[in-house]
């Protein structure tokens, strides 16, 4: 199965249909006043929608087992058809697109199997998927124009050429995944002035995003929430907070990281881990979600 530990869990919805032929109104008539043999043809259907919900990861192999936490299965009857709908509802890393077309699936089957004995003709037709809503592609916000960054490495032993960046490589690549365009990436040690410095710097010259990896952590050299908490004019604590759980979640370790973020002027600065798991993590944890603090602020300076 796909990898799905660096996603979050949000709320998401899919419809599926399956559309259920018959070749006589005669079989129409039977569905709707309960006269099939068989038994009441829609509420077996929808009992066993309801299994199959639950059970797709059992069937489908590369499917996530996941919380399935609503399923409603409704129907459309036409002269000679019926519509089946079945929505799904989780909060979870993936989707649950599959979930709904299999219970549409063996909704209609059911029905298949069930007027079999009174129309030889049954067919099942259109299974697919209707509507989705969450994830990512919902939640990656649309901008008239380009968001640029910098990316600012803290840390005295890298800027003494006794380490290699790899942090701020990581954060590099997933900014250039979500179309923002990193105008340069900086090395400086655990300073607060040049940390004060190049974020002041960065405001002026209208750079959207300001990013520092290092110096979060508990030792004395370890200046960076200090040095920007003194200068930011408003702290955006949800981001904050959304980075140490999403760490939390993967090792307890992370409660110990001071993660910062707020805005000067219009820019937004974060100051996240410098280690190269807790830096990809911190990105993981807000991206593409963040990019929507653009649009709001867009819009208010057009209000």
């Known amino acids: 199965m796909v990898d799905i530990t660096p996603k979050s869990s949000t709320l998401r919805k899919a419809i599926a249909q399956a559309i259920v032929k018959v070749s006589k109104s005669e079989t129409i008539q039977a569905i709707k006043q309960r006269t099939v043999p068989k038994g009441d043809v829609l509420e077996c259907a929808r009992v066993a929608g309801l299994f199959a919900a639950k059970r797709t990861a059992d069937m489908i192999p590369d499917c996530h087992p996941l919380p399935v936490e609503f399923t409603s299965v409704s ?18 890393k993936t989707g649950v697109e599959v979930e709904a077309m299999h219970a549409a699936s063996v ?48 840390s005295d032993s ?9 942090a701020g490589e990581a954060i590099r690549e997933r900014l250039e ?22 974020a002041k710097d960065s405001s002026k010259a209208g750079i959207d995003l300001l990013i520092f990896t290092g110096g979060t952590g508990l030792s004395p050299r370890d200046v960076t929430p200090e040095s920007l908490e003194t200068i930011l004019e408003r702290r955006v604590p949800g981001i904050e907070e959304a980075i140490r759980n999403y760490g939390q979640q993967r090792t307890p370790y992370a409660m110990l990281s001071r993660s910062i973020a707020g805005l000067i002027g219009s820019t937004l600065v974060l100051g996240v881990p410098g280690s190269t798991k807790g830096a990809a993590e911190s990105m993981d944890a807000v991206f593409p979600a963040i990019l929507h603090v653009f649009k709001v602020m867009e819009g208010s300076r057009h209000d």
């Open 177 to 198: 995944k979500y179309g923002v365009k990193v105008l340069e990436k900086t090395v400086i040690p655990d300073d607060s002035q040049q940390i004060q410095g190049l």
């Open 75 to 92: 129907y459309e009857i036409e002269e000679m058809e019926v519509k089946v709908l079945v929505e799904i509802h989780t909060i979870y």
């Open 107 to 154: 909704v209609a089957l059911t029905m298949y199997d069930m007027l079999k004995p009174i129309d030889k003709e049954v067919s099942i037709e259109q299974i697919k998927l209707v509507e989705k809503k969450g994830g990512k592609s919902d939640r990656t916000p649309s901008s008239e124009r380009t968001i640029s960054a910098r990316v600012v490495v803290c």
């Open 158 to 166: 890298i800027s003494q050429g006794k380490g290699e960046d790899r």
